[in-house]
């Protein structure tokens, strides 16, 4: 497989995130950890299938309980936060909130060895901190104190998913199938807190568990391990740039359907975020 071919199946992640934070409104009144447990299993189970097809089970015996434990770690807390965060404020803020994952990935693996951070790096994270920023003050209206807790595990699940990222570069050898293990020790850690912390709330009726199973089959499953092959096999840095169309991608699923209001505040907030990514990739290109 070519660099240019693993880019381009790791931007295939990027479309299925688009629809994200969509499904996720759509799954409610699910509490987190249990919609987590049902969208990893049905996720873990698409890579089984597929590890058993390509006989792949050897290749997982030989890998390091740490890289299993690493990506658990990344895959269970970020969408821990993310289905958290759209729980406790709007869907549209705190998505955009969350996409500034793709400009942290610019600024991180500028980081790496031979790379180095450049003034476009810092400009562009802080024209898209300042688009945060306008979500937060809702263009100038005033802080929504009950949003805050939502905007914060956002910010926080972005950072997550950045580090997941970039380290799995770092750990480039191990295969793809790992990711179905990942998978399902998400979902068992996460039925394993919904019985300690939550009520038992299915999906609404079947609208919900549509919406339920599409994030198993595409976001919260074939994504990651289109996602593994890109950051492992492809061009991080021109994957970083291509995933900023997502957070735009995203915002106008939410407004074409309804979830959210096309505001001046939201358009301008995209613009921010996507526009200093911008800055960042040209940075990191421009050698």
């Not at 987190?32 to 097809?53: D, E, H, R, T, Y």
């Not at 803020?93 to 994952?101: K, R, S, T």
């Not at 562009?124 to 939502?150: D, Q, S």
């Amino acid at each position: 497989m070519t660099r240019l071919a693993a880019t381009g199946i790791g931007f295939g992640a990027v479309l299925l995130w688009s629809l994200l934070a969509f499904f996720t409104v759509g799954t409610a009144p699910a509490p987190p950890f249990l919609l987590n447990a049902i969208c990893f299993s049905i996720g873990g189970a698409i890579g089984l299938i597929w590890v058993a097809m390509t006989g792949g089970f050897a290749q997982l015996r030989a890998v390091s309980w740490r890289v299993y434990a690493f990506g658990t770690a990344g895959l269970f807390g970020y969408h821990a936060l993310y289905f958290s965060a759209l729980r406790l404020a709007p869907a549209a803020e705190a998505g955009l909130i969350a996409y500034l994952w793709p400009l942290l990935i610019v600024i991180l693996s500028g980081l790496l060895p031979g790379e180095r951070l450049r003034a476009g790096h810092l400009a562009g994270a802080a024209l898209a901190f300042l688009g945060a920023a306008l979500i937060v003050t809702g263009g100038g209206t005033g802080f929504r104190a009950e949003a805050l807790p939502g905007y914060g595990l956002a910010l926080l699940c972005a950072l997550t998913w950045a580090g997941y990222s970039v380290i799995s570069r770092r750990i480039g050898t191990a295969p793809t199938a790992t990711v179905a293990v990942f998978c399902l020790a998400t979902a068992l850690l996460s039925a394993v807190l919904h019985l300690a912390l939550e009520d038992t709330v299915w999906p609404g009726g079947a609208t919900g568990w549509a919406a339920a199973i599409a994030l198993g089959l595409g976001p919260v499953g074939l994504a990651f391990y289109v996602w593994d092959i890109g950051v492992k096999r492809g061009d991080i840095q021109l994957l970083g740039t291509a995933s900023y169309a997502a957070p735009l991608l995203s915002t106008l699923v939410l407004v074409a359907t309804g979830i959210a209001a096309p505001t001046w505040a939201l358009a301008v907030s995209a613009i921010l975020i996507t526009g200093g990514a911008a800055i960042a990739a040209r940075a990191s290109f421009g050698r």
